[in-house]
């Protein structure tokens, strides 16, 4: 295994032809798609690429580069070295949250090695602008900010919840609580202040590689509006589908209605 593949925890699953990689978004890892892999491996179509963001629990913090993960663009070519590393020439990439747009990112560096992408609950930007409605205003983000640095763990418990849009009792939530603690405080800030602060509006015209745009109809995070935005603003061909589920992490509290759609939207153009 190469520095890459150790730095990132890759797994490689399954010895079909058609290679598929899984990304996870803020304060999970790659077990997020635990529902997903499964159904990924049964008909030996797929070889299945798991891997950890820098910054995720699961990775040595030691690793994480402030300047370099400032923008989501360090996690764009982290992707792309750990695609080298692996030797993929092609891939369908299915990115959550945060690595929706790193998946984007990635493929207009190199759209060669994108089949296309697949984007759960991704948005450009959080923040609402003129005619743009991201969901956030600045005031909610600094409050947000600020409740992570004056008490992680108190922060933890209530984030987790309106992300997952459960109660605490949930499986989904206590899951997503799981991963989310096993972030480090001040990573933890870095990574949300770089994901709500973010701004990708302007690069969406250089894709050219198809989307598929998946879109919980509700969601705390990233508002429906988002998604018609990305199909409207995407300089490649996109299919949008809104699907009746709550909160941001979908493969995790509703597996049932989300994992048969990202399987249609992965076959789609691709197996018979």
Not at 53 to 60: D, M, P, R, S
Request: aromatic share 10%; hydrophobic share 40%.
């Amino acid at each position: 295994m190469g520095i890459v593949e150790q730095a990132h925890n890759v797994k490689i699953l399954g010895s079909g032809q058609r290679k598929i990689v899984l990304a996870h978004g803020f304060g999970s890892d790659q077990s997020v798609w635990r529902h997903v892999v499964p159904h990924l491996l049964e008909d030996n179509c797929y070889q299945v690429i798991l891997y950890d963001n820098i910054g995720a629990g699961t990775t040595n913090p030691d690793y994480f580069d402030y300047g370099r993960y400032s923008t989501l663009e360090g996690y764009a070519y982290d992707l792309l070295a750990i695609l080298e590393e692996l030797r993929v020439d092609s891939c369908i990439f299915v990115g959550h949250s945060i690595s929706a747009i790193i998946g984007v990112l990635a493929s207009i560096i190199r759209p060669d090695l994108f089949l296309k992408v697949l984007m759960l609950g991704g948005s450009p930007r959080y923040l609402n602008d003129v005619n743009y409605y991201g969901g956030f205003e600045q005031e909610d983000l600094d409050q947000l900010f600020d409740a992570l640095q004056s008490n992680y763990e108190a922060w933890c418990s209530g984030f987790a919840p309106l992300m997952v849009g459960g109660d605490m009792d949930s499986w989904a939530v206590q899951e997503f609580s799981r991963t989310l603690f096993n972030v480090r405080p001040d990573i933890a800030l870095s990574l949300v202040q770089t994901t709500f602060q973010s701004d990708f509006r302007q690069k969406l015209p250089l894709v050219t590689v198809p989307c598929h745009i998946i879109q919980s109809m509700k969601d705390m995070a990233v508002p429906v509006l988002v998604s018609e935005y990305l199909h409207q603003n995407l300089g490649s061909k996109s299919i949008v589908e809104i699907i009746s589920t709550d909160g941001h992490i979908p493969q995790l509290s509703a597996p049932e209605v989300v994992v048969p759609v990202i399987l249609r939207h992965i076959h789609h153009d691709i197996c018979p």
